[in-house]
Protein backbone atom coordinates (compact mmCIF):
# COMPACT_ATOMS: atom_id res chain seq x y z
CA UNK A 1 0.00 0.00 0.00
CA UNK A 2 2.95 2.34 0.72
CA UNK A 3 3.90 1.67 -2.43
CA UNK A 4 1.34 2.36 -4.46
CA UNK A 5 0.61 5.52 -2.09
CA UNK A 6 4.43 6.86 -3.02
CA UNK A 7 3.52 5.72 -7.11
CA UNK A 8 0.29 7.58 -6.52
CA UNK A 9 2.02 10.94 -5.03
CA UNK A 10 4.90 10.99 -7.46
CA UNK A 11 2.20 11.00 -10.34
CA UNK A 12 0.01 13.52 -8.82
CA UNK A 13 3.26 15.96 -8.12
CA UNK A 14 4.20 15.24 -11.85
CA UNK A 15 0.71 16.34 -13.02
CA UNK A 16 0.68 19.46 -11.24
CA UNK A 17 4.26 20.45 -11.90
CA UNK A 18 3.95 23.62 -13.56
CA UNK A 19 7.76 23.44 -15.10
CA UNK A 20 6.49 20.37 -17.56
CA UNK A 21 3.57 21.61 -18.67
CA UNK A 22 5.33 25.12 -19.31
CA UNK A 23 7.72 22.73 -21.20
CA UNK A 24 4.95 20.75 -23.00
CA UNK A 25 3.34 24.22 -23.65
CA UNK A 26 6.54 25.48 -25.38
CA UNK A 27 6.91 22.63 -27.33
CA UNK A 28 3.23 22.54 -28.57
CA UNK A 29 4.04 25.71 -29.70
CA UNK A 30 7.28 24.94 -31.19
CA UNK A 31 5.93 22.44 -32.94
CA UNK A 32 2.60 24.42 -34.80
CA UNK A 33 5.62 27.55 -35.56
CA UNK A 34 7.29 25.06 -37.27
CA UNK A 35 4.81 23.19 -39.56
CA UNK A 36 3.50 27.15 -40.09
CA UNK A 37 6.94 28.12 -41.20
CA UNK A 38 7.28 25.25 -43.57
CA UNK A 39 3.99 25.62 -45.39
CA UNK A 40 5.20 29.66 -45.76
CA UNK A 41 8.27 28.23 -46.80
CA UNK A 42 6.64 26.18 -49.26
CA UNK A 43 4.43 28.30 -51.20
CA UNK A 44 6.46 31.42 -50.43
CA UNK A 45 9.17 28.91 -52.96
CA UNK A 46 6.47 27.64 -55.56
CA UNK A 47 5.82 31.21 -56.30
CA UNK A 48 9.03 32.13 -56.99
CA UNK A 49 10.01 29.06 -58.48
CA UNK A 50 6.69 29.98 -61.11
CA UNK A 51 7.94 33.86 -61.19
CA UNK A 52 11.36 32.84 -62.84
CA UNK A 53 9.66 30.51 -65.05
CA UNK A 54 7.74 32.97 -65.97
CA UNK A 55 10.41 35.34 -66.89
CA UNK A 56 11.77 33.13 -69.27
CA UNK A 57 9.36 33.18 -71.25
CA UNK A 58 9.70 36.66 -72.17
CA UNK A 59 13.74 35.13 -73.03
CA UNK A 60 14.47 34.44 -76.64
CA UNK A 61 15.43 30.94 -74.95
CA UNK A 62 12.49 30.22 -73.82
CA UNK A 63 12.43 26.36 -73.81
CA UNK A 64 8.71 24.29 -74.43
CA UNK A 65 5.84 25.06 -72.54
CA UNK A 66 5.99 20.82 -71.58
CA UNK A 67 9.40 21.33 -70.65
CA UNK A 68 8.30 24.08 -68.26
CA UNK A 69 5.77 22.30 -66.74
CA UNK A 70 7.09 19.26 -66.09
CA UNK A 71 10.26 21.46 -64.85
CA UNK A 72 7.78 23.40 -62.20
CA UNK A 73 6.15 20.59 -61.14
CA UNK A 74 9.39 18.48 -60.48
CA UNK A 75 10.89 21.83 -58.40
CA UNK A 76 7.97 22.15 -56.46
CA UNK A 77 7.89 18.36 -55.35
CA UNK A 78 11.72 18.44 -54.60
CA UNK A 79 11.44 21.47 -52.44
CA UNK A 80 8.29 20.16 -50.94
CA UNK A 81 10.35 17.25 -49.24
CA UNK A 82 12.91 18.97 -48.51
CA UNK A 83 11.38 21.17 -46.19
CA UNK A 84 8.94 18.90 -44.80
CA UNK A 85 11.89 16.63 -44.06
CA UNK A 86 13.66 19.36 -42.78
CA UNK A 87 10.87 20.47 -40.59
CA UNK A 88 10.55 16.18 -39.40
CA UNK A 89 14.28 16.67 -37.97
CA UNK A 90 13.83 20.69 -35.98
CA UNK A 91 10.21 18.64 -34.57
CA UNK A 92 11.90 15.43 -33.52
CA UNK A 93 14.88 17.53 -31.96
CA UNK A 94 12.05 19.59 -29.96
CA UNK A 95 10.82 16.11 -28.96
CA UNK A 96 14.35 15.69 -26.99
CA UNK A 97 15.15 12.87 -29.65
CA UNK A 98 18.76 12.54 -30.80
CA UNK A 99 18.38 13.93 -34.46
CA UNK A 100 22.54 13.18 -34.50
CA UNK A 101 22.39 9.68 -34.25
CA UNK A 102 19.51 9.31 -36.43
CA UNK A 103 21.14 10.73 -39.29
CA UNK A 104 24.20 8.56 -38.56
CA UNK A 105 21.39 5.28 -38.59
CA UNK A 106 20.08 6.77 -41.67
CA UNK A 107 23.00 6.86 -43.46
CA UNK A 108 24.14 4.00 -42.90
CA UNK A 109 20.87 2.50 -43.99
CA UNK A 110 20.88 4.48 -46.71
CA UNK A 111 24.58 3.61 -47.59
CA UNK A 112 23.32 -0.43 -47.61
CA UNK A 113 20.30 0.14 -49.20
CA UNK A 114 22.05 1.71 -51.54
CA UNK A 115 24.50 -1.15 -52.32
CA UNK A 116 21.43 -3.36 -52.58
CA UNK A 117 19.17 -1.04 -54.77
CA UNK A 118 22.01 -0.40 -57.26
CA UNK A 119 19.03 -0.29 -60.60
CA UNK A 120 16.21 1.50 -58.44
CA UNK A 121 19.12 4.21 -57.73
CA UNK A 122 19.88 4.18 -61.94
CA UNK A 123 16.36 4.15 -62.93
CA UNK A 124 15.74 6.93 -60.81
CA UNK A 125 18.57 9.30 -61.78
CA UNK A 126 17.84 8.68 -65.28
CA UNK A 127 14.19 9.17 -65.27
CA UNK A 128 15.48 12.97 -63.33
CA UNK A 129 17.64 13.47 -66.59
CA UNK A 130 14.97 12.45 -69.33
CA UNK A 131 12.65 15.01 -67.53
CA UNK A 132 15.27 17.76 -66.91
CA UNK A 133 16.97 17.37 -70.43
CA UNK A 134 13.42 17.04 -72.41
CA UNK A 135 14.83 14.16 -73.77
CA UNK A 136 10.87 13.08 -74.85
CA UNK A 137 7.43 14.19 -73.36
CA UNK A 138 4.10 12.54 -72.75
CA UNK A 139 2.13 12.18 -76.24
CA UNK A 140 5.52 11.75 -78.41
CA UNK A 141 6.29 8.87 -80.49
CA UNK A 142 9.49 7.39 -79.76
CA UNK A 143 11.44 4.59 -80.45
CA UNK A 144 13.71 2.53 -77.49
CA UNK A 145 15.06 -0.44 -78.50
CA UNK A 146 12.66 -2.96 -80.74
CA UNK A 147 9.78 -0.72 -79.03
CA UNK A 148 8.27 1.69 -80.92
CA UNK A 149 4.76 3.87 -79.83
CA UNK A 150 3.46 6.56 -78.04
CA UNK A 151 4.70 7.82 -74.53
CA UNK A 152 1.60 7.66 -71.95
CA UNK A 153 3.72 8.61 -68.48
CA UNK A 154 7.40 8.98 -67.40
CA UNK A 155 7.79 8.56 -64.32
CA UNK A 156 10.98 8.80 -62.59
CA UNK A 157 11.44 5.30 -62.06
CA UNK A 158 9.90 3.95 -65.71
CA UNK A 159 8.69 4.89 -68.88
CA UNK A 160 5.38 3.78 -70.35
CA UNK A 161 5.33 3.23 -74.04
CA UNK A 162 2.24 2.26 -76.51
CA UNK A 163 2.57 0.63 -79.58
CA UNK A 164 0.24 1.92 -82.54
CA UNK A 165 -1.41 -2.31 -82.01
CA UNK A 166 -2.19 -1.41 -78.60
CA UNK A 167 0.62 -2.98 -76.50
CA UNK A 168 1.86 -1.30 -73.14
CA UNK A 169 5.64 -1.43 -72.76
CA UNK A 170 6.93 -0.21 -69.24
CA UNK A 171 10.46 -0.10 -69.21
CA UNK A 172 12.50 1.19 -66.60
CA UNK A 173 14.67 4.42 -67.26
CA UNK A 174 17.96 2.57 -66.21
CA UNK A 175 17.76 0.45 -69.68
CA UNK A 176 16.75 3.63 -71.72
CA UNK A 177 20.45 4.44 -72.88
CA UNK A 178 19.29 5.25 -76.82
CA UNK A 179 16.36 7.13 -78.06
CA UNK A 180 14.95 8.05 -81.53
CA UNK A 181 12.46 11.03 -81.29
CA UNK A 182 9.81 11.29 -84.14
CA UNK A 183 8.03 14.47 -82.69
CA UNK A 184 10.59 17.12 -82.32
CA UNK A 185 11.16 17.87 -85.48
CA UNK A 186 8.87 18.01 -88.89
CA UNK A 187 8.68 15.01 -90.52
CA UNK A 188 8.97 14.28 -94.75
CA UNK A 189 6.43 12.36 -96.89
CA UNK A 190 7.23 11.20 -99.95
CA UNK A 191 5.43 9.32 -102.75
CA UNK A 192 7.07 7.74 -106.10
CA UNK A 193 4.43 8.07 -108.92
CA UNK A 194 4.84 5.60 -111.85
CA UNK A 195 4.35 6.89 -115.79
CA UNK A 196 4.29 4.46 -118.93
CA UNK A 197 7.13 4.99 -120.90
CA UNK A 198 4.58 5.83 -123.96
CA UNK A 199 3.44 8.92 -121.59
CA UNK A 200 3.95 12.78 -121.82
CA UNK A 201 6.72 12.70 -119.04
CA UNK A 202 6.68 16.42 -119.18
CA UNK A 203 3.13 16.79 -119.59
CA UNK A 204 2.85 14.87 -116.42
CA UNK A 205 4.94 16.64 -114.69
CA UNK A 206 3.42 20.01 -114.73
CA UNK A 207 -0.07 18.51 -114.27
CA UNK A 208 1.91 17.41 -110.97
CA UNK A 209 3.40 20.67 -109.78
CA UNK A 210 0.09 22.49 -111.01
CA UNK A 211 -1.44 20.32 -108.11
CA UNK A 212 0.96 20.57 -105.66
CA UNK A 213 0.71 24.19 -105.25
CA UNK A 214 -2.70 24.11 -104.43
CA UNK A 215 -2.36 21.37 -101.80
CA UNK A 216 -1.12 23.32 -99.03
CA UNK A 217 -4.59 24.94 -99.13
CA UNK A 218 -6.01 21.69 -98.64
CA UNK A 219 -4.02 20.08 -95.76
CA UNK A 220 -2.47 22.54 -92.92
CA UNK A 221 -0.38 19.72 -92.26
CA UNK A 222 1.83 20.62 -94.93
CA UNK A 223 4.45 22.96 -93.45
CA UNK A 224 5.23 23.99 -97.40
CA UNK A 225 3.79 23.25 -100.92
CA UNK A 226 5.42 19.74 -101.44
CA UNK A 227 8.11 19.59 -104.18
CA UNK A 228 8.35 17.20 -107.35
CA UNK A 229 12.38 16.04 -107.21
CA UNK A 230 11.83 14.56 -110.83
CA UNK A 231 13.09 11.14 -112.25
CA UNK A 232 13.34 8.68 -109.12
CA UNK A 233 14.11 5.50 -111.49
CA UNK A 234 13.57 3.63 -114.58
CA UNK A 235 11.65 0.74 -114.14
CA UNK A 236 10.96 -2.28 -116.57
CA UNK A 237 7.83 -0.82 -117.44
CA UNK A 238 7.52 2.68 -116.09
CA UNK A 239 9.22 5.82 -115.14
CA UNK A 240 8.91 6.78 -111.86
CA UNK A 241 8.76 10.50 -110.66
CA UNK A 242 9.28 11.30 -106.88
CA UNK A 243 7.22 13.96 -104.65
CA UNK A 244 8.59 15.18 -101.27
CA UNK A 245 6.52 17.22 -98.72
CA UNK A 246 7.65 18.55 -95.37
CA UNK A 247 4.98 18.33 -92.62
CA UNK A 248 4.35 18.02 -89.29
CA UNK A 249 5.71 15.67 -86.88
CA UNK A 250 4.13 12.58 -87.13
CA UNK A 251 1.83 13.16 -90.43
CA UNK A 252 4.19 11.53 -93.09
CA UNK A 253 1.96 8.60 -93.32
CA UNK A 254 -1.62 10.22 -93.69
CA UNK A 255 -0.06 12.79 -96.38
CA UNK A 256 1.45 10.27 -98.12
CA UNK A 257 -1.49 8.57 -98.62
CA UNK A 258 -3.54 11.85 -99.60
CA UNK A 259 -1.01 12.87 -101.93
CA UNK A 260 -1.24 9.31 -104.03
CA UNK A 261 -5.11 9.92 -104.22
CA UNK A 262 -4.81 13.29 -105.28
CA UNK A 263 -2.07 12.83 -107.65
CA UNK A 264 -4.20 9.40 -109.10
CA UNK A 265 -6.46 11.25 -109.56
CA UNK A 266 -5.87 14.75 -111.44
CA UNK A 267 -3.18 12.11 -113.62
CA UNK A 268 -6.79 10.58 -114.43
CA UNK A 269 -8.83 13.76 -115.44
CA UNK A 270 -5.36 14.62 -117.91
CA UNK A 271 -5.54 11.25 -119.26
CA UNK A 272 -1.90 10.02 -118.10
CA UNK A 273 -2.46 6.24 -117.23
CA UNK A 274 -0.59 4.48 -114.41
CA UNK A 275 1.31 1.68 -116.37
CA UNK A 276 0.52 -1.84 -115.72
CA UNK A 277 2.00 -5.03 -116.15
CA UNK A 278 1.55 -6.00 -120.48
CA UNK A 279 2.03 -9.24 -121.64
CA UNK A 280 3.19 -9.43 -125.35
CA UNK A 281 3.07 -12.42 -127.77
CA UNK A 282 5.77 -13.31 -130.80
CA UNK A 283 6.20 -16.29 -132.62
CA UNK A 284 9.75 -17.42 -134.43
CA UNK A 285 10.54 -20.60 -136.30
CA UNK A 286 12.71 -23.33 -134.99
CA UNK A 287 14.90 -25.53 -136.52
CA UNK A 288 12.10 -27.56 -138.47
CA UNK A 289 10.87 -24.16 -139.61
CA UNK A 290 7.66 -24.67 -137.76
CA UNK A 291 6.45 -21.41 -135.65
CA UNK A 292 5.76 -21.58 -132.03
CA UNK A 293 4.24 -19.07 -129.69
CA UNK A 294 6.30 -17.25 -126.71
CA UNK A 295 5.03 -14.88 -124.35
CA UNK A 296 6.89 -12.34 -122.68
CA UNK A 297 5.51 -10.00 -119.67
Do not use: C
Amino acid sequence: MDFLKKLTDKITASFFNEDLWLNVGQGFLKIIGILILASLLIRIGNVVIEKIFLLRTKSPLRISERRENTLVKLLDNVLTYIVYFVALLMILETLSFDVKALLAGAGIVGLAVGFGAQNLVRDVITGFFIIFEDQFSVGDMIRVGQFEGTVEEIGLRTTKIKSWTGELNILPNGNITEVTNFSVNNSVAFVDISIAYEGDIPKAEKVIEDLLLELPDKYEEMVAPPELLGIQNLGASEVILRVVSEVLPMKHFHIARMLRKEIRMRLDEHGIEIPFPRMVMYTRPDNSGQQKERMSE
